[in-house]
């Protein structure tokens, strides 16, 4: 991979003169400067106007790489993989304006899936802000909404405090994006720099450590239930608390079922895992769910896509519910036992109760309750025609699955092939699905396989797309080139948007408006056009070994256009205003 | 039902616009809000004046400590306390009116502070539903503008919405 361009000048470094004063910076070196003190390593952005002194100041230091997509939607996007894919937030950075509005697509999404991102825009100059001036836009109003917080630094000496504050914001208590707006003259304004070490603000003290008058409430729940399941989501993965929800689990015995944002979040292959629940979530999972009497939810939203009607929502179930966000709680389901905390401390705290405690989950009914989820697990809800003459999008995840060892990031786009791939991919550790859940962002898939693959330089990171959502953000595949981005590009290539065909086809009497893919292009040439491999597949036959040659081809971007059943629908499926208990089943 | 919640905010700019943003996006009710620096010109003193069911109200309470800028708040509805609005209406008097306005103004402990030959400003402090009643009392006469605070809160007694 190679990260600079370009001949770069002598580093910046010393910024002392005689007798140990301190020089003054501008506020682009400071903005550098603020960079490598948090350890960013690579931002992802596109130059304007507003950003130019920075571009500038990045040009002459070599600790900062900076990788330039081809619209700024896809650099919000590269860095929320870069982000769900490592322990560290993503940065963007972006110009005014038009650079702004390109990015809020990305904002929201990352603001949706709570994805720690801190994104630079510029904007004019203070003493035109307000005039209509070129390139201005409202940049702290329009992202208002979708955006954990925002700043609009006037001064150039407040700069690196507001720097330093949106880290902590972002990456804290829940995480999600942080807009920083700087007007181009505070670019070039100087001050002192000094970066502070810590952070403290009287309005923003994220809760940690679960109450334990309230865990121990939950315990006793816990520890008399008879037909429980744990139900985890985003949270775990955010949280880094795969290890602890694995041994908490695995010390009950309870089944578990995962949001599509938390798969990975416990081993997938693990038999206690009864798969995804929602509306293309298993048969047992959604069924345990309607059956239980104890529903642990731990980082998980109650999200529609989850629940269905939410009249028929867990209807016999006390609900115990683990979030560091407090509104998080109760907000769709009225839950018994509340927990706020970060699921890791908290999930910690409850192992050591439940080890302590001299009561032991009853064993009997949870035989029983055993019993009947395997019997639910027996309709194997997730089967599909393997003799088909044509090939299954469903048997392409699978081969994909099975030829990278399960061991892949996988990114996808929103659609159907995002259905399959959560379902038959299966995930055994966290941060390797990156996806978009809560905006459902076609476009997705591809920039954010940049940022997953630039932060895991030897790993294989697969990008499970669709014809229609490739071609959102398929300019990406520029950026891949420059920097060399040995992504695998899955394309189920169904000439649909198939997801709107199915809803079509089930609910608008087979209605197809505007949901077929006409004039496509040739996914091959377009491919070897940007300089990458294209490949065709459309033989069943010829799937595996399609995956394997493209997986031989450790250094170069392959694109693989596979040539689907058009007629495939995702199965099975809780239709809208149906219960957990009315899936339809294929 | 009716809810009155206090909110100390970072005197930022741009704090009101969150609040306002808040309760617009997610569609719950706002019956006034009031805003200005408190003693401490870091710090703005909200008094926000909303209804819903306590499942909403809740819901709102969360939603508003989410702010990153807000310091703290109250449901002052949980506690003893105190609301007064203060309301200044423009009132055209002929020769005939103008003792009748001044016993009503009287009888609501209100002030005349503006006169002019055929006009009287009227100042009146009070819960709103002792304004409201004024305004119904001065039907008879020619009403050319009614300006309202809306309403601030404060509890009664030991409790305080401080830092
Ligand atoms: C086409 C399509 C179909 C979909 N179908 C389904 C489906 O069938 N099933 C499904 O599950 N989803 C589905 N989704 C996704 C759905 O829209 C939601 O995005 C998803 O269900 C939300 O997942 P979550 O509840 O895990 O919440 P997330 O959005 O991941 O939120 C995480 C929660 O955890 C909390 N949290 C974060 N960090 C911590 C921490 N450190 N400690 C404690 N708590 C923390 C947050 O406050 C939040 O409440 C679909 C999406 C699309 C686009
Ligand atoms: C930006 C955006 N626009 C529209 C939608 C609505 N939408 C959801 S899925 C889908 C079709 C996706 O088609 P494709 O990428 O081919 O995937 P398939 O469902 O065929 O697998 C559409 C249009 C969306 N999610 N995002
Ligand atoms: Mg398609």
């Known amino acids: 991979m190679r990260l600079s361009g370009g001949v770069r000048a002598p580093t910046l470094t010393t910024f002392t003169v005689a007798g140990d004063q301190t020089v003054e910076l501008t506020g682009a070196e400071i903005f550098v400067r603020c960079l490598q003190e948090e350890g960013v390593d690579l931002i992802f952005g596109y130059p304007g106007g507003a950003v130019l002194h920075i571009y500038d100041a990045l040009y002459k230091q070599d600790k900062v790489a900076h990788i330039l997509v081809r619209h700024e939607q896809g650099a919000i996007h590269a860095a929320e993989g870069y982000a769900k894919s490592t322990d560290k937030p993503g940065v963007a950075l972006v110009t005014s304006g038009p650079g702004a509005t390109n990015a809020i697509t990305g904002i929201a999404d990352a603001y949706m899936d709570s994805v720690p991102l801190v994104v630079f825009t510029g904007q004019v100059p203070t003493h035109l802000i307000g005039n209509d001036a070129f390139q201005e836009v409202d940049t702290v109003g329009i992202t208002r909404p979708c955006v954990k917080h925002n700043f609009l630094v006037k001064n150039v000496k407040e700069l690196a405090t507001v720097i330093k504050k949106a880290f902590y914001v972002a990456t804290s208590g829940r995480p999600g994006p942080v807009v920083v707006d700087i007007p181009k003259d505070v670019t070039a304004h100087k001050a002192e720099f000094s970066y502070p070490k810590t952070i403290r603000m009287r309005s923003y003290n994220p809760t940690i450590k679960g109450h334990s008058g309230q865990i121990r409430k939950a315990i006793d729940l816990i520890l008399t239930a008879r037909q429980p399941i744990i139900y985890t989501g985003g949270g775990v993965i955010l949280g880094r608390a795969s290890k602890s929800l694995t041994d908490f689990t695995r010390l009950l015995g309870y089944p578990i079922t995962n949001t599509l944002m938390g798969l990975g979040g416990y081993p997938a292959t693990d038999k206690l895992n009864v798969g995804m629940l929602g509306m293309h979530g298993t048969y047992e999972a959604n069924m345990a769910m309607h059956h239980a009497d104890l529903v642990i939810a731990i980082g998980a939203r109650f999200d529609d896509r989850v629940t269905g009607n939410i009249e028929k929502f867990c209807p016999y179930a006390r609900i115990v519910h683990v979030d560091v966000d407090p509104s998080s709680i109760s907000k769709n389901v009225k839950v018994d036992v509340p927990i706020v905390g970060q699921v890791d401390n908290v999930l910690k705290a409850m192992i050591k109760e439940i080890k302590a405690d001299p009561r032991k989950p009853d064993a009997e009914a949870l035989k029983a309750w055993w019993k009947q989820i395997n019997e639910w697990r027996a309709m194997d809800c997730l089967k599909y025609d393997r003799e088909s003459k044509l090939i299954k999008p469903q048997h392409v995840i699978e081969s994909l699955w099975k030829a990278t060892k399960g061991d892949a990031f996988v990114t996808s786009d929103v659609g159907q092939h995002q259905m399959w791939a959560a379902q038959f991919y299966r995930f055994d550790k966290p941060n390797r699905w990156i996806n978009s859940g809560g905006l459902g962002t076609m476009g997705f898939g591809l920039p954010a396989a940049m940022g997953v693959q630039l932060a895991h330089p030897g790993a294989t990171v697969a990008c499970i797309t669709g014809e229609a959502s490739i071609q959102m953000c398929i300019q990406e595949l520029s950026t891949c080139l420059q920097y060399q981005l040995p992504i695998k590009v899955v394309n189920l290539n169904n000439r649909y948007m198939g997801m709107v065909r199915q809803w079509q086809e089930f609910f608008y009497q087979g209605r197809y408006a505007m949901s077929y893919m006409d004039a496509l292009p040739d996914f091959v040439m377009l491919a070897e056009a940007y300089g990458h491999v294209g490949m065709r597949i459309e033989n069943p036959g010829d799937v595996e070994g399609a995956l394997k040659e493209a997986l031989k081809l450790k250094d170069r971007l392959v694109f693989m256009d596979f040539i689907t059943d058009q007629s495939e629908n995702v199965y099975p499926m809780i239709p809208a205003g149906a219960g957990q208990n009315e899936m339809i089943l294929v | ?163």
């Open chain 2, 1 to 163: 039902m009716r809810h009155i919640i206090g909110i100390l905010m970072e005197n930022e700019s741009g704090a009101l616009s969150r609040v306002a943003g808040l309760f617009s996006a997610r569609g719950y009710n706002i019956e006034s809000l009031t805003v200005a620096p408190t003693d401490d010109p870091t710090l703005s003193r909200l008094t926000l004046v909303t209804s819903g069911s306590d499942e909403i109200v809740e819901q709102i309470v969360k939603q508003l400590n989410k702010l990153v800028d807000v310091v703290k708040l109250m449901d002052l509805t949980e506690y003893r306390h105190i609301e007064r609005e203060m309301m200044m209406v423009k009132l055209r008097v002929g020769r005939d009116d103008r003792d009748e306005v001044k016993r009503l103004t009287d009888i609501f402990r209100g002030r005349i502070i503006d006169v002019s030959a055929a006009t009287y400003v009227v100042e009146l402090t009070g819960d709103s539903a002792k304004l409201d009643a004024f305004i119904e009392a001065l039907r008879p006469f020619e009403v050319l503008e009614v300006v309202r605070s809306g309403v601030m809160g404060i509890a009664r007694g030991d409790v305080a919405l401080k830092i």
